[in-house]
Nanobody
């Protein structure tokens, strides 16, 4: 089992920045690909970013490319999502995820509880 706990969400003005953290615990956490998803009110959960177990590979949704950066510190069992140039449409609950598949197909193996990000205009 892997447990994921997100933190760092909050309220920020458009154009601002936030950094989300995801603390992972459980067996062989460092062997999992990690990622972030988000779900806005009335919408389906969508992929945001992913990072391979080594941290050597990353990929992003087109909507956040160039603004968000995912990273991981395996010594601390923590994954980060640095979000810059935030827009009101980034408002959502952000979920940390872990999976054996780098592309999270068919889906993550584990989910966090989520952290709210609200971007005001």
């Amino acid at each position: 089992q892997v447990q994921l706990v997100e933190s760092g969400g909050g309220l920020v003005q458009a154009g601002g920045s936030l950094r989300l953290s995801c603390a992972a615990s459980g067996r062989t956490v460092s062997s999992y690909a990690m990622g972030w998803f988000r779900q806005a009110p009335g919408k389906e959960r969508e992929f945001v970013a992913a990072i391979s177990w080594s941290g050597g590979s990353t990929y992003y949704a087109d909507s956040v490319k160039g603004r968000f950066t995912i990273s991981r510190d395996n010594a601390k069992n923590t994954v980060y999502l640095q979000m810059n140039s935030l827009k009101p449409e980034d408002t959502a609950v952000y979920y940390c995820a872990a999976g054996t598949s780098y592309y999270f197909e068919p889906g993550p193996d584990y989910w966090g509880q989520g952290t709210q990000v609200t971007v005001s205009s």
